[in-house]
C-alpha cells in the first residue's frame, strides 16, 4: 500500500535543520512529501541529514545566520531557485545558555535574544510574501518552548525569548489571518536533543550530581516522568501543517506530558 503523503509538492524551510527537532521535523515533512530546505549555519550536519532523507527531497542552505538580513535572503533564494516558492516555514533555530541572572550580561542576554526572537520575526518576515502568494494552506510553525509559556530559573534570556515567540505567533496569527496563512507554535518540554546534553554536562560540572541524577531533575516537572521525544514534537508540527489543521491558528500545542497544568 502507498503511503499517503499530503505535502506532495509544497516546499518547507526548516531552519536549525542540522540536528534534534529541527532534524526530527525535516525528516517528517520530507516523508510526507514535502521538498524540505534544510537551513543552517554549518554544512555538514545539514549534508548529514540530507543523506537520510529520500533522493531529491532535500536542499542544504548553510550559512544561514538568522540573525543576519543578507544571509537569509541569500539563502531563500537559494532554497526558492531550487524548490520554487515556500509555502511551510518552520521557525526551530535557537539556543539557550543558562547562568544566573545576576551573571547574565548584556552580551548573553542579547545573543538569546537575537536567535531565538529577532530571528523568528527575521526569517518569517522574509518568507511571508510567498506565504501569503500561496494563501490557503501556507504555514509558520514557530519551535518555542515551555520556557514561553512558564518560568524556569537560570535562563532568564532564553524565557523572556520564548515568551515573545509565543507573542509573535499569536499577533501574527491574527494580522494576517484572512490571507489563508496560519501561524501556530510548538512549545516541547525537555527534550532528547544535543541542547539538552549540554543542560545536563552543566548540571553535573555545577552540582556534583550524576548523570542520571541530573537527568531526574530535568524530567520531574513532566508528569509523564520522561524526557520528549523530537520525533514527538516533530508529529505535532505535521499535524500543524497538515490540511486537517487548517482552523488551527495562533495557538501554543504543548508537547511536554501535561507539564504546563501543573502548578
Given at each position: 500500500?502507498?503511503?499517503?503523503?499530503?505535502?506532495?509538492?509544497?516546499?518547507?524551510?526548516?531552519?536549525?535543520?542540522?540536528?534534534?527537532?529541527?532534524?526530527a521535523i525535516a525528516?517528517?515533512?520530507?516523508?510526507?512529501?514535502?521538498?524540505?530546505?534544510?537551513?543552517?549555519?554549518?554544512?555538514?550536519?545539514?549534508?548529514?541529514?540530507?543523506?537520510?532523507?529520500?533522493?531529491?527531497?532535500?536542499?542544504?542552505?548553510?550559512?544561514?545566520?538568522?540573525?543576519?538580513?543578507?544571509?537569509?535572503?541569500?539563502?531563500?533564494?537559494?532554497?526558492?531557485?531550487?524548490?520554487?516558492?515556500?509555502?511551510?516555514?518552520?521557525?526551530?533555530?535557537?539556543?539557550?545558555?543558562?547562568?544566573?541572572?545576576?551573571?547574565?550580561?548584556?552580551?548573553?542576554?542579547?545573543?538569546?535574544?537575537?536567535?531565538?526572537?529577532?530571528?523568528?520575526?527575521?526569517?518569517?518576515?522574509?518568507?511571508?510574501?510567498?506565504?501569503?502568494?500561496?494563501?490557503?494552506?501556507?504555514?509558520?510553525?514557530?519551535?518555542?518552548?515551555?520556557?514561553?509559556?512558564?518560568?524556569?530559573?537560570?535562563?532568564?534570556?532564553?524565557?523572556?525569548?520564548?515568551?515573545?515567540?509565543?507573542?509573535?505567533?499569536?499577533?501574527?496569527?491574527?494580522?494576517?489571518?484572512?490571507?489563508?496563512?496560519?501561524?501556530?507554535?510548538?512549545?516541547?518540554?525537555?527534550?532528547?536533543?544535543?541542547?539538552?546534553?549540554?543542560?545536563?554536562?552543566?548540571?553535573?560540572?555545577?552540582?556534583?550530581?550524576?548523570?542520571?541524577?541530573?537527568?531526574?531533575?530535568?524530567?520531574?516537572?513532566?508528569?509523564?516522568?520522561?524526557?520528549?521525544?523530537?520525533?514527538?514534537v516533530a508529529d505535532?508540527?505535521?499535524?500543524?501543517?497538515?490540511?486537517?489543521?487548517?482552523?488551527i491558528n495562533g495557538?501554543?500545542?504543548?508537547?511536554?506530558?501535561?507539564?504546563?497544568?501543573?502548578?
Open positions: 500500500m502507498t503511503a499517503i503523503q499530503p505535502l506532495v509538492g509544497r516546499h518547507a524551510l526548516v531552519t536549525g535543520a542540522g540536528s534534534g527537532i529541527g532534524e525528516t517528517a515533512l520530507a516523508g510526507a512529501g514535502a521538498r524540505v530546505s534544510l537551513a543552517g549555519r554549518r554544512r555538514q550536519p545539514l549534508e548529514d541529514v540530507r543523506r537520510s532523507l529520500p533522493t531529491g527531497a532535500s536542499l542544504v542552505v548553510d550559512e544561514f545566520d538568522v540573525t543576519d538580513q543578507a544571509a537569509i535572503a541569500r539563502g531563500i533564494l537559494a532554497a526558492r531557485d531550487t524548490f520554487g516558492p515556500i509555502s511551510i516555514l518552520i521557525n526551530n533555530a535557537g539556543e539557550a545558555p543558562s547562568a544566573p541572572f545576576e551573571k547574565t550580561d548584556a552580551a548573553v542576554w542579547a545573543r538569546v535574544l537575537s536567535v531565538d526572537l529577532t530571528g523568528v520575526f527575521l526569517v518569517s518576515q522574509a518568507v511571508l510574501p510567498d506565504l501569503k502568494q500561496r494563501g490557503t494552506g501556507a504555514r509558520i510553525v514557530n519551535v518555542a518552548s515551555t520556557a514561553g509559556l512558564v518560568g524556569y530559573a537560570y535562563v532568564t534570556a532564553y524565557c523572556a525569548a520564548k515568551h515573545g515567540v509565543v507573542g509573535l505567533t499569536r499577533a501574527l496569527a491574527l494580522e494576517i489571518a484572512r490571507s489563508g496563512v496560519t501561524v501556530n507554535a510548538v512549545c516541547p518540554g525537555f527534550t532528547e536533543t544535543p541542547l539538552i546534553e549540554r543542560a545536563i554536562d552543566a548540571i553535573v560540572a555545577k552540582t556534583g550530581k550524576s548523570r542520571d541524577a541530573a537527568i531526574a531533575e530535568l524530567i520531574k516537572s513532566n508528569p509523564q516522568g520522561k524526557l520528549v521525544t523530537p520525533h514527538e505535532a508540527v505535521l499535524w500543524l501543517v497538515s490540511p486537517g489543521a487548517s482552523s495557538q501554543a500545542i504543548v508537547v511536554a506530558g501535561g507539564e504546563v497544568m501543573v502548578g
